[in-house]
């Protein structure tokens, strides 16, 4: 089992990992966008093909975004002292799930609870 400074440790090297994708997803998908500037219009194949990879890096861009705002949080609550700490409860979060997911900001319990809440909004 990991302590509270290992998984810290672990969450720097992510977070710099994750900035290095961005840079590179951001980087890749400003050469692609500028190749695409001079291609032909009416070839419908390959704009199908340049919006699904357009798409692509997008969703790929919002998900390492969303991933690095986790980790951010995370290192903010190892800084002030509060990390494994559940955001909604209060609660110490259970160290297996840290270990398992070191950006996790609720307990087992809590985000199960968020989980089905979230779903029974989206049935009605």
Do not use: W
Not at 30 to 54: H, M, V, Y
Not at 76 to 96: Q, V
């Amino acid at each position: 089992m990991a302590d509270v400074a290992e998984l810290c440790a672990i969450l720097k090297k992510e977070q710099a990992l994750l900035t290095r994708e961005l840079e590179q997803l951001e980087a890749q998908m400003q050469s692609n966008s500028e190749g695409r500037e001079g291609s032909p219009f009416g070839k419908r194949e390959e704009g199908a093909t340049e919006a699904f990879e357009l798409e692509k890096g997008l969703a790929l861009e919002r998900k390492l975004r969303s991933t690095l705002l986790e980790i951010n949080r995370a290192l903010a609550k190892c800084e002030a002292g509060t990390y494994g700490t559940c955001d909604a409860c209060g609660k110490p979060i259970e160290p297996a799930r840290l270990e398992a997911l070191p950006q996790a900001s609720l307990c087992l319990s809590c985000k199960t609870s968020q989980t089905k809440n979230g779903r029974s909004r989206l049935a009605r």
